[in-house]
Protein backbone atom coordinates (compact mmCIF):
# COMPACT_ATOMS: atom_id res chain seq x y z
CA UNK A 1 0.00 0.00 0.00
CA UNK A 2 1.11 3.32 -0.57
CA UNK A 3 1.17 5.96 2.41
CA UNK A 4 -0.06 9.34 2.34
CA UNK A 5 1.21 11.07 5.30
CA UNK A 6 0.20 14.96 6.39
CA UNK A 7 2.96 17.73 5.02
CA UNK A 8 3.73 20.04 7.92
CA UNK A 9 6.40 22.65 8.57
CA UNK A 10 8.39 21.25 5.64
CA UNK A 11 8.28 17.64 6.50
CA UNK A 12 6.12 14.49 6.52
CA UNK A 13 3.79 14.26 9.32
CA UNK A 14 1.95 11.32 11.01
CA UNK A 15 -1.38 11.94 13.00
CA UNK A 16 -1.26 12.71 16.13
CA UNK A 17 -3.22 10.25 17.74
CA UNK A 18 -1.62 7.53 14.79
CA UNK A 19 -4.86 7.03 12.77
CA UNK A 20 -4.84 5.90 9.10
CA UNK A 21 -8.22 5.49 6.60
CA UNK A 22 -7.84 3.90 3.41
CA UNK A 23 -8.37 5.67 -0.21
CA UNK A 24 -10.05 3.00 -2.78
CA UNK A 25 -8.90 2.64 -6.41
CA UNK A 26 -12.46 4.01 -8.10
CA UNK A 27 -11.62 1.18 -11.03
CA UNK A 28 -11.52 -1.90 -8.84
CA UNK A 29 -13.10 -0.28 -5.49
CA UNK A 30 -9.86 -1.87 -3.60
CA UNK A 31 -7.76 0.13 -1.49
CA UNK A 32 -4.89 1.12 -2.79
CA UNK A 33 -3.25 3.83 -0.46
CA UNK A 34 -3.52 4.30 3.41
CA UNK A 35 -3.86 7.97 4.38
CA UNK A 36 -3.25 9.55 7.52
CA UNK A 37 -6.59 10.57 9.61
CA UNK A 38 -6.13 14.12 10.66
CA UNK A 39 -7.92 16.24 13.55
CA UNK A 40 -7.99 18.93 15.60
CA UNK A 41 -4.44 18.83 17.17
CA UNK A 42 -3.02 18.55 13.92
CA UNK A 43 -4.41 21.65 12.36
CA UNK A 44 -3.24 23.53 15.44
CA UNK A 45 -0.05 22.61 14.28
CA UNK A 46 -0.15 23.08 10.55
CA UNK A 47 -1.68 26.48 11.74
CA UNK A 48 0.92 27.26 14.27
CA UNK A 49 3.63 26.85 11.44
CA UNK A 50 1.64 28.45 8.60
CA UNK A 51 1.66 32.04 11.32
CA UNK A 52 5.20 31.33 12.33
CA UNK A 53 5.97 31.19 8.59
CA UNK A 54 4.17 34.24 7.75
CA UNK A 55 6.66 36.14 9.11
CA UNK A 56 9.85 34.41 8.91
CA UNK A 57 12.68 36.01 7.28
CA UNK A 58 12.53 33.00 4.59
CA UNK A 59 9.02 33.84 3.05
CA UNK A 60 7.28 37.41 4.90
CA UNK A 61 11.04 38.67 4.20
CA UNK A 62 11.44 37.83 0.50
CA UNK A 63 11.01 40.75 -1.65
CA UNK A 64 7.71 40.50 -3.98
CA UNK A 65 9.93 40.01 -7.12
CA UNK A 66 12.24 37.14 -5.07
CA UNK A 67 8.66 35.32 -4.27
CA UNK A 68 7.15 35.86 -7.72
CA UNK A 69 10.57 34.26 -9.53
CA UNK A 70 10.52 31.36 -6.99
CA UNK A 71 7.26 30.31 -8.10
CA UNK A 72 8.21 30.38 -11.77
CA UNK A 73 10.96 28.26 -10.88
CA UNK A 74 7.81 26.00 -9.10
CA UNK A 75 6.28 25.98 -11.87
CA UNK A 76 9.07 24.17 -14.30
CA UNK A 77 9.48 21.69 -11.47
CA UNK A 78 5.78 20.63 -11.51
CA UNK A 79 6.12 20.77 -15.14
CA UNK A 80 8.72 17.79 -14.93
CA UNK A 81 7.07 15.56 -12.63
CA UNK A 82 3.30 16.28 -14.00
CA UNK A 83 2.96 12.41 -15.31
CA UNK A 84 3.63 10.91 -11.91
CA UNK A 85 1.41 13.46 -10.49
CA UNK A 86 -1.40 12.29 -12.54
CA UNK A 87 -0.54 9.23 -11.92
CA UNK A 88 -1.64 9.31 -8.18
CA UNK A 89 -4.82 11.36 -9.00
CA UNK A 90 -5.91 8.58 -11.59
CA UNK A 91 -5.64 5.95 -8.78
CA UNK A 92 -7.75 8.03 -6.20
CA UNK A 93 -10.65 9.18 -8.51
CA UNK A 94 -10.17 6.86 -11.41
CA UNK A 95 -10.69 9.72 -13.97
CA UNK A 96 -9.22 9.09 -17.65
CA UNK A 97 -5.22 8.92 -17.49
CA UNK A 98 -5.18 11.40 -20.45
CA UNK A 99 -7.48 14.46 -19.13
CA UNK A 100 -5.76 13.96 -15.51
CA UNK A 101 -2.53 14.36 -17.25
CA UNK A 102 -3.93 16.92 -19.10
CA UNK A 103 -5.01 19.40 -16.40
CA UNK A 104 -1.62 18.77 -14.39
CA UNK A 105 0.51 19.31 -17.34
CA UNK A 106 -1.77 23.07 -17.45
CA UNK A 107 -0.90 23.77 -13.48
CA UNK A 108 2.52 25.13 -14.18
CA UNK A 109 0.88 27.78 -15.70
CA UNK A 110 -1.10 28.99 -12.62
CA UNK A 111 2.48 29.68 -11.01
CA UNK A 112 4.11 31.04 -14.08
CA UNK A 113 0.81 33.72 -14.09
CA UNK A 114 0.64 34.62 -10.32
CA UNK A 115 4.68 34.55 -10.47
CA UNK A 116 4.67 37.34 -12.66
CA UNK A 117 1.44 39.10 -10.92
CA UNK A 118 3.66 39.06 -7.36
CA UNK A 119 5.44 42.40 -7.81
CA UNK A 120 2.68 44.17 -9.46
CA UNK A 121 0.48 44.09 -6.48
CA UNK A 122 0.38 48.00 -5.88
CA UNK A 123 -0.85 50.95 -3.39
CA UNK A 124 -2.11 53.78 -4.10
CA UNK A 125 -1.70 57.64 -3.37
CA UNK A 126 -4.63 59.21 -2.34
CA UNK A 127 -5.39 62.75 -3.55
CA UNK A 128 -6.98 63.76 0.05
CA UNK A 129 -9.93 65.78 0.38
CA UNK A 130 -7.95 67.63 3.76
CA UNK A 131 -5.35 69.67 3.96
CA UNK A 132 -2.07 68.76 5.26
CA UNK A 133 -2.69 65.23 5.31
CA UNK A 134 -0.75 62.28 3.17
CA UNK A 135 -2.50 59.28 2.50
CA UNK A 136 -1.79 56.19 0.77
CA UNK A 137 -2.67 52.32 0.49
CA UNK A 138 -0.46 49.25 1.34
CA UNK A 139 -1.85 45.92 -0.02
CA UNK A 140 -0.95 42.83 2.11
CA UNK A 141 -1.27 39.25 2.59
CA UNK A 142 -4.25 38.41 3.89
CA UNK A 143 -2.86 36.00 6.50
CA UNK A 144 -3.24 31.98 6.91
CA UNK A 145 -5.30 30.76 4.62
CA UNK A 146 -6.92 27.68 4.81
CA UNK A 147 -7.58 25.61 1.52
CA UNK A 148 -10.17 22.99 0.83
CA UNK A 149 -10.59 21.15 -1.57
CA UNK A 150 -12.83 18.78 -3.68
CA UNK A 151 -11.90 15.09 -5.28
CA UNK A 152 -12.83 15.70 -8.96
CA UNK A 153 -9.48 17.41 -10.33
CA UNK A 154 -7.42 17.62 -7.23
CA UNK A 155 -4.33 19.58 -8.08
CA UNK A 156 -6.00 21.72 -10.57
CA UNK A 157 -8.44 23.15 -8.16
CA UNK A 158 -6.00 23.06 -5.76
CA UNK A 159 -3.30 25.11 -8.52
CA UNK A 160 -6.57 28.18 -8.44
CA UNK A 161 -5.78 29.10 -4.65
CA UNK A 162 -2.57 27.90 -3.98
CA UNK A 163 -0.80 29.67 -6.67
CA UNK A 164 -2.66 33.33 -6.06
CA UNK A 165 -2.11 32.99 -2.70
CA UNK A 166 1.34 32.30 -2.48
CA UNK A 167 2.08 35.44 -5.16
CA UNK A 168 0.09 37.44 -2.36
CA UNK A 169 2.54 36.41 0.29
CA UNK A 170 -0.02 33.95 2.55
CA UNK A 171 0.78 30.83 3.89
CA UNK A 172 -1.39 28.10 3.36
CA UNK A 173 -3.37 25.04 5.40
CA UNK A 174 -4.78 22.60 2.64
CA UNK A 175 -7.49 19.84 3.54
CA UNK A 176 -7.89 17.79 0.43
CA UNK A 177 -10.59 15.64 -0.24
CA UNK A 178 -10.24 12.32 1.47
CA UNK A 179 -10.61 10.52 -1.32
CA UNK A 180 -7.90 12.23 -3.53
CA UNK A 181 -4.91 13.43 -0.85
CA UNK A 182 -2.30 11.53 -2.52
CA UNK A 183 -1.11 14.19 -5.19
CA UNK A 184 -1.70 17.02 -2.76
CA UNK A 185 0.66 15.68 -0.56
CA UNK A 186 3.14 14.83 -2.91
CA UNK A 187 3.19 18.45 -4.55
CA UNK A 188 3.58 19.89 -1.09
CA UNK A 189 6.76 16.98 -0.84
CA UNK A 190 7.72 18.28 -4.03
CA UNK A 191 8.14 22.07 -3.71
CA UNK A 192 9.60 22.12 -0.54
CA UNK A 193 12.17 19.78 -1.95
CA UNK A 194 12.70 22.45 -4.78
CA UNK A 195 13.47 25.82 -2.14
CA UNK A 196 9.73 26.59 -0.84
CA UNK A 197 10.33 27.47 2.95
CA UNK A 198 9.06 25.15 5.07
CA UNK A 199 5.63 26.02 6.81
CA UNK A 200 4.72 27.94 3.76
CA UNK A 201 2.46 25.20 2.16
CA UNK A 202 1.29 22.37 5.05
CA UNK A 203 -1.57 19.86 4.47
CA UNK A 204 -3.68 17.76 6.72
CA UNK A 205 -5.41 14.97 5.39
CA UNK A 206 -8.42 13.48 6.92
CA UNK A 207 -12.11 14.07 7.33
CA UNK A 208 -14.42 16.96 6.32
CA UNK A 209 -15.73 16.99 9.97
CA UNK A 210 -12.25 16.23 12.00
CA UNK A 211 -10.05 17.92 9.70
CA UNK A 212 -12.14 20.95 7.77
CA UNK A 213 -14.27 22.01 10.55
CA UNK A 214 -11.77 22.82 12.73
CA UNK A 215 -9.35 24.81 10.60
CA UNK A 216 -12.17 26.96 9.22
CA UNK A 217 -13.10 27.89 12.87
CA UNK A 218 -9.22 28.45 14.26
CA UNK A 219 -9.04 32.05 15.49
CA UNK A 220 -5.44 31.92 13.22
CA UNK A 221 -6.96 30.94 10.03
CA UNK A 222 -7.94 34.58 8.25
CA UNK A 223 -9.41 33.55 5.09
CA UNK A 224 -11.09 30.49 3.93
CA UNK A 225 -11.00 29.29 0.36
CA UNK A 226 -12.98 26.43 -0.82
CA UNK A 227 -14.58 24.04 -3.37
CA UNK A 228 -16.99 21.81 -2.91
CA UNK A 229 -20.83 21.18 -2.73
CA UNK A 230 -23.16 23.69 -2.04
CA UNK A 231 -24.40 21.96 1.46
CA UNK A 232 -20.77 22.05 2.86
CA UNK A 233 -20.05 25.53 1.47
CA UNK A 234 -22.78 26.89 3.46
CA UNK A 235 -21.74 25.43 6.91
CA UNK A 236 -18.13 26.46 5.55
CA UNK A 237 -19.77 30.22 4.99
CA UNK A 238 -21.75 30.38 8.26
CA UNK A 239 -18.95 29.53 10.11
CA UNK A 240 -16.26 31.65 8.73
CA UNK A 241 -19.00 34.45 9.20
CA UNK A 242 -18.88 33.35 12.71
CA UNK A 243 -15.20 33.75 12.94
CA UNK A 244 -15.85 37.08 10.87
CA UNK A 245 -13.06 35.47 8.22
CA UNK A 246 -12.50 36.48 4.36
CA UNK A 247 -14.59 33.57 2.54
CA UNK A 248 -14.41 32.44 -0.98
CA UNK A 249 -16.80 29.60 -2.39
CA UNK A 250 -16.73 27.98 -5.54
CA UNK A 251 -19.75 25.59 -5.22
CA UNK A 252 -21.97 23.26 -7.53
CA UNK A 253 -23.94 23.87 -11.09
CA UNK A 254 -26.88 22.66 -13.09
CA UNK A 255 -25.60 24.46 -15.94
CA UNK A 256 -27.20 24.76 -19.38
CA UNK A 257 -25.95 24.41 -22.80
CA UNK A 258 -28.90 26.13 -24.80
CA UNK A 259 -28.88 24.65 -28.42
CA UNK A 260 -31.02 27.31 -31.21
CA UNK A 261 -32.25 25.94 -34.27
CA UNK A 262 -30.00 27.93 -36.21
CA UNK A 263 -26.67 26.39 -34.74
CA UNK A 264 -23.98 24.01 -36.21
CA UNK A 265 -25.25 21.19 -34.84
CA UNK A 266 -22.13 18.52 -35.66
CA UNK A 267 -20.62 21.03 -33.62
CA UNK A 268 -23.31 21.39 -30.89
CA UNK A 269 -23.99 17.91 -30.27
CA UNK A 270 -19.86 17.25 -29.97
CA UNK A 271 -20.10 19.93 -27.12
CA UNK A 272 -22.86 19.01 -25.50
CA UNK A 273 -21.71 15.63 -25.08
CA UNK A 274 -18.61 16.48 -23.84
CA UNK A 275 -19.75 19.44 -21.55
CA UNK A 276 -21.67 16.31 -19.55
CA UNK A 277 -20.07 13.10 -20.40
CA UNK A 278 -16.38 13.99 -20.12
CA UNK A 279 -14.72 13.62 -16.16
CA UNK A 280 -17.88 10.86 -15.92
CA UNK A 281 -20.27 14.04 -15.47
CA UNK A 282 -18.10 15.12 -12.48
CA UNK A 283 -17.36 18.51 -13.05
CA UNK A 284 -18.62 21.56 -11.60
CA UNK A 285 -19.37 23.10 -14.89
CA UNK A 286 -21.13 20.08 -16.62
CA UNK A 287 -23.75 20.78 -18.92
CA UNK A 288 -26.51 18.85 -17.29
CA UNK A 289 -29.16 20.70 -18.83
CA UNK A 290 -29.59 20.35 -22.71
CA UNK A 291 -31.82 23.35 -23.66
CA UNK A 292 -32.99 22.90 -27.30
CA UNK A 293 -34.79 24.96 -29.55
CA UNK A 294 -38.28 22.79 -30.66
CA UNK A 295 -37.66 22.26 -33.93
CA UNK A 296 -34.57 20.65 -33.88
CA UNK A 297 -35.11 19.03 -30.76
CA UNK A 298 -35.88 15.29 -32.55
CA UNK A 299 -32.23 15.63 -34.60
CA UNK A 300 -30.10 16.94 -31.73
CA UNK A 301 -31.13 14.51 -29.31
CA UNK A 302 -30.65 11.26 -31.97
CA UNK A 303 -27.66 12.84 -32.72
CA UNK A 304 -25.99 12.87 -29.22
CA UNK A 305 -27.92 10.04 -28.14
CA UNK A 306 -25.60 8.43 -30.96
CA UNK A 307 -22.08 10.08 -29.84
CA UNK A 308 -22.88 9.38 -26.29
CA UNK A 309 -24.04 5.74 -26.84
CA UNK A 310 -20.70 4.85 -28.71
CA UNK A 311 -18.67 6.17 -25.84
CA UNK A 312 -15.94 3.23 -24.60
CA UNK A 313 -15.88 3.15 -21.08
CA UNK A 314 -13.07 0.76 -18.76
CA UNK A 315 -9.92 1.34 -17.59
CA UNK A 316 -9.60 5.20 -16.92
CA UNK A 317 -5.66 4.30 -17.80
CA UNK A 318 -6.19 3.04 -21.07
CA UNK A 319 -5.90 5.60 -23.43
CA UNK A 320 -9.13 3.82 -25.30
CA UNK A 321 -11.33 4.67 -22.64
CA UNK A 322 -13.79 7.42 -22.99
CA UNK A 323 -15.70 7.12 -20.25
CA UNK A 324 -14.36 6.22 -16.62
CA UNK A 325 -15.83 5.11 -13.15
CA UNK A 326 -17.68 7.51 -10.95
CA UNK A 327 -15.10 8.36 -8.61
CA UNK A 328 -16.45 7.48 -4.73
CA UNK A 329 -19.13 4.44 -3.40
CA UNK A 330 -21.66 7.39 -1.97
CA UNK A 331 -21.24 9.46 -5.41
CA UNK A 332 -22.26 5.78 -7.31
CA UNK A 333 -25.17 5.18 -4.92
CA UNK A 334 -26.17 9.07 -5.50
CA UNK A 335 -25.95 9.27 -9.37
CA UNK A 336 -27.76 5.86 -9.39
CA UNK A 337 -30.63 7.19 -6.92
CA UNK A 338 -30.72 10.17 -9.36
CA UNK A 339 -31.94 8.00 -12.07
CA UNK A 340 -34.80 6.69 -10.09
CA UNK A 341 -35.72 9.88 -8.86
CA UNK A 342 -35.71 11.12 -12.80
CA UNK A 343 -37.87 8.03 -13.79
CA UNK A 344 -40.72 8.43 -10.73
CA UNK A 345 -41.26 12.03 -12.02
CA UNK A 346 -42.00 11.37 -15.16
CA UNK A 347 -38.85 12.20 -17.36
CA UNK A 348 -38.09 9.42 -20.59
CA UNK A 349 -34.66 7.04 -20.43
CA UNK A 350 -33.53 8.11 -24.13
CA UNK A 351 -30.37 6.65 -23.54
CA UNK A 352 -28.78 4.26 -20.47
CA UNK A 353 -30.49 4.83 -17.07
CA UNK A 354 -28.31 2.43 -15.04
CA UNK A 355 -24.92 1.14 -13.93
CA UNK A 356 -22.58 -0.78 -16.55
CA UNK A 357 -22.32 -4.65 -16.94
CA UNK A 358 -19.71 -5.44 -14.97
CA UNK A 359 -18.96 -8.43 -17.37
CA UNK A 360 -18.01 -5.20 -19.93
CA UNK A 361 -16.02 -2.95 -17.06
CA UNK A 362 -15.12 -4.71 -14.11
CA UNK A 363 -15.97 -4.14 -10.47
CA UNK A 364 -15.88 -0.29 -10.56
CA UNK A 365 -18.32 2.06 -9.86
CA UNK A 366 -19.87 2.28 -13.43
CA UNK A 367 -22.80 4.49 -14.40
CA UNK A 368 -24.04 4.09 -18.20
CA UNK A 369 -24.13 7.83 -19.46
CA UNK A 370 -27.77 8.58 -19.03
CA UNK A 371 -30.09 11.25 -20.97
CA UNK A 372 -33.56 12.10 -20.03
CA UNK A 373 -36.19 13.58 -22.55
CA UNK A 374 -39.43 15.00 -21.79
CA UNK A 375 -38.10 16.50 -18.89
CA UNK A 376 -39.35 19.73 -17.46
CA UNK A 377 -37.19 22.29 -15.60
CA UNK A 378 -39.27 22.20 -12.57
CA UNK A 379 -38.57 18.16 -11.76
CA UNK A 380 -35.65 17.32 -9.26
CA UNK A 381 -33.49 16.23 -12.37
CA UNK A 382 -33.71 19.46 -13.85
CA UNK A 383 -33.10 21.65 -10.55
CA UNK A 384 -30.30 19.30 -8.49
CA UNK A 385 -26.82 18.86 -9.22
CA UNK A 386 -26.34 15.49 -10.30
CA UNK A 387 -22.29 15.03 -10.37
CA UNK A 388 -22.76 12.07 -12.93
CA UNK A 389 -23.01 11.23 -16.80
CA UNK A 390 -26.60 12.41 -16.51
CA UNK A 391 -28.19 14.93 -19.17
CA UNK A 392 -31.79 16.45 -18.70
CA UNK A 393 -33.06 17.41 -21.87
CA UNK A 394 -35.51 20.87 -21.94
CA UNK A 395 -37.82 21.61 -25.13
CA UNK A 396 -37.65 25.86 -25.63
CA UNK A 397 -39.81 28.08 -27.93
CA UNK A 398 -37.58 30.84 -28.30
CA UNK A 399 -34.89 33.61 -27.27
CA UNK A 400 -37.06 34.86 -24.02
CA UNK A 401 -37.85 30.83 -23.50
CA UNK A 402 -34.61 29.72 -23.02
CA UNK A 403 -33.39 32.81 -21.27
CA UNK A 404 -36.28 31.80 -18.22
CA UNK A 405 -35.69 28.18 -18.29
CA UNK A 406 -32.16 29.23 -18.13
CA UNK A 407 -32.03 31.35 -15.35
CA UNK A 408 -34.66 29.53 -13.42
CA UNK A 409 -32.19 27.90 -11.51
CA UNK A 410 -30.74 28.06 -8.00
CA UNK A 411 -27.06 27.82 -9.70
CA UNK A 412 -25.32 30.09 -11.78
CA UNK A 413 -21.79 28.83 -12.85
CA UNK A 414 -21.58 28.40 -16.57
CA UNK A 415 -24.04 28.36 -19.56
CA UNK A 416 -23.38 27.28 -23.22
CA UNK A 417 -25.01 29.04 -26.33
CA UNK A 418 -25.08 27.34 -29.57
CA UNK A 419 -25.78 29.93 -32.56
CA UNK A 420 -24.81 31.45 -35.99
CA UNK A 421 -26.55 34.68 -34.78
CA UNK A 422 -24.09 36.66 -32.83
CA UNK A 423 -26.40 39.19 -32.01
CA UNK A 424 -28.41 36.50 -30.04
CA UNK A 425 -25.14 35.36 -28.77
CA UNK A 426 -24.22 38.99 -27.16
CA UNK A 427 -28.26 39.08 -25.91
CA UNK A 428 -27.97 35.64 -24.30
CA UNK A 429 -24.41 36.18 -22.63
CA UNK A 430 -26.10 39.80 -21.32
CA UNK A 431 -29.47 37.73 -20.18
CA UNK A 432 -27.83 34.65 -18.52
CA UNK A 433 -26.88 34.92 -14.83
CA UNK A 434 -23.80 32.86 -14.30
CA UNK A 435 -20.02 33.34 -13.97
CA UNK A 436 -19.17 32.10 -17.13
CA UNK A 437 -20.91 32.08 -20.72
CA UNK A 438 -19.44 29.80 -23.80
CA UNK A 439 -20.50 30.54 -27.23
CA UNK A 440 -20.22 27.88 -29.66
CA UNK A 441 -17.95 25.94 -27.08
CA UNK A 442 -17.91 24.68 -23.61
CA UNK A 443 -15.92 24.02 -20.99
CA UNK A 444 -13.07 26.56 -21.92
CA UNK A 445 -11.32 27.38 -18.88
CA UNK A 446 -7.86 29.15 -18.46
CA UNK A 447 -5.57 30.80 -15.73
CA UNK A 448 -6.69 33.97 -17.09
CA UNK A 449 -10.27 34.06 -17.57
CA UNK A 450 -11.78 34.64 -13.81
CA UNK A 451 -13.88 32.24 -13.01
CA UNK A 452 -16.76 31.30 -10.01
CA UNK A 453 -20.38 31.41 -9.81
CA UNK A 454 -23.62 33.57 -9.60
CA UNK A 455 -26.27 32.54 -6.63
CA UNK A 456 -25.72 29.64 -5.07
CA UNK A 457 -22.50 28.46 -7.13
CA UNK A 458 -20.90 30.46 -4.83
CA UNK A 459 -19.20 33.81 -3.92
CA UNK A 460 -15.44 35.50 -4.90
CA UNK A 461 -13.87 34.58 -8.40
CA UNK A 462 -10.84 32.07 -9.16
CA UNK A 463 -8.12 32.54 -12.08
CA UNK A 464 -7.64 36.06 -13.54
CA UNK A 465 -5.61 39.21 -12.17
CA UNK A 466 -8.94 38.96 -10.10
CA UNK A 467 -8.49 36.48 -7.84
CA UNK A 468 -5.26 37.88 -6.47
CA UNK A 469 -7.39 40.26 -4.63
CA UNK A 470 -9.13 37.27 -3.14
CA UNK A 471 -5.69 36.64 -0.91
CA UNK A 472 -5.00 40.89 -0.30
CA UNK A 473 -5.79 43.35 3.00
CA UNK A 474 -6.02 46.78 1.78
CA UNK A 475 -4.38 48.99 4.85
CA UNK A 476 -4.91 53.08 4.20
CA UNK A 477 -2.34 55.43 6.12
CA UNK A 478 -2.58 58.67 6.68
CA UNK A 479 -0.31 61.07 7.67
CA UNK A 480 -0.75 64.33 8.96
CA UNK A 481 2.19 66.55 7.05
P1 LIG B 1 -17.81 18.17 -0.47
O1 LIG B 1 -18.45 19.47 -0.17
O2 LIG B 1 -18.39 16.95 0.07
O3 LIG B 1 -16.30 18.16 0.01
C1 LIG B 1 -15.38 19.15 -0.38
C2 LIG B 1 -14.32 19.29 0.69
O4 LIG B 1 -14.90 19.81 1.88
C3 LIG B 1 -13.67 17.96 1.08
O5 LIG B 1 -12.28 18.19 1.30
C4 LIG B 1 -14.37 17.63 2.38
O6 LIG B 1 -13.64 16.80 3.23
C5 LIG B 1 -14.53 19.00 2.98
N1 LIG B 1 -15.57 19.11 4.01
C6 LIG B 1 -16.68 18.34 4.15
N2 LIG B 1 -17.39 18.76 5.22
C7 LIG B 1 -16.73 19.81 5.75
C8 LIG B 1 -16.98 20.69 6.85
N3 LIG B 1 -18.05 20.57 7.61
N4 LIG B 1 -16.10 21.67 7.09
C9 LIG B 1 -15.02 21.84 6.32
N5 LIG B 1 -14.71 21.03 5.27
C10 LIG B 1 -15.57 20.04 4.98
O7 LIG B 1 -17.71 18.15 -2.06
P2 LIG B 1 -17.14 16.96 -2.97
O8 LIG B 1 -18.18 15.91 -2.97
O9 LIG B 1 -15.75 16.62 -2.60
O10 LIG B 1 -17.04 17.69 -4.39
C11 LIG B 1 -18.07 17.72 -5.29
C12 LIG B 1 -18.74 19.08 -5.28
O11 LIG B 1 -17.80 20.10 -5.58
C13 LIG B 1 -19.81 19.23 -6.32
O12 LIG B 1 -20.97 19.77 -5.75
C14 LIG B 1 -19.24 20.21 -7.33
O13 LIG B 1 -20.14 20.92 -8.05
C15 LIG B 1 -18.35 21.03 -6.51
N6 LIG B 1 -17.27 21.61 -7.30
C16 LIG B 1 -17.28 22.96 -7.53
C17 LIG B 1 -16.30 23.55 -8.31
C18 LIG B 1 -16.29 25.03 -8.57
O14 LIG B 1 -15.26 25.57 -8.91
N7 LIG B 1 -17.39 25.74 -8.42
C19 LIG B 1 -15.29 22.76 -8.83
C20 LIG B 1 -15.30 21.39 -8.59
C21 LIG B 1 -16.30 20.84 -7.80
Known amino acids: MYDVPMFIDGAEHRAVDGAWFDSE ?201 FTGS ?41 GVVSGIFAATGQTCIAGSRLLVQREIHDELVSRVVELAGTARMGDPRSPDTQVGPITTRPQYQKVLSYLDVAREDGAQVALGGGPADPADVGDGWFVRPTIFTGVRNDMRIAQEEVFGPVLAVIPFEDEADAVRIANDSAYGLGAGVWTSDMGRALRMADAIKAGTVWVNTYRAVSFMAPFGGYKSSGVGRENGAEAIEEYLETKTVWINS
Open 230 to 270: DATGRSIGASAGQGIKHVALELGGKSPNIVFADADLISAAN
Open 25 to 225: DPYTGKPWAQVAQGGAADVDLAVATANAALEADAWGGLTATARGALLVRLADVIAEHADELAALEVNDNGKLLAEMAGQVAYVPQWFRYYGGLADKIEGRVLPIDKPGYFAYTRREPVGVTAIITPWNSPLLLLAWKLAPALAAGCTVVVKPSEFTSASTVALARLLHEAGLPKGVFNVVTGFGKDVGAPLVEHPDVAKVS
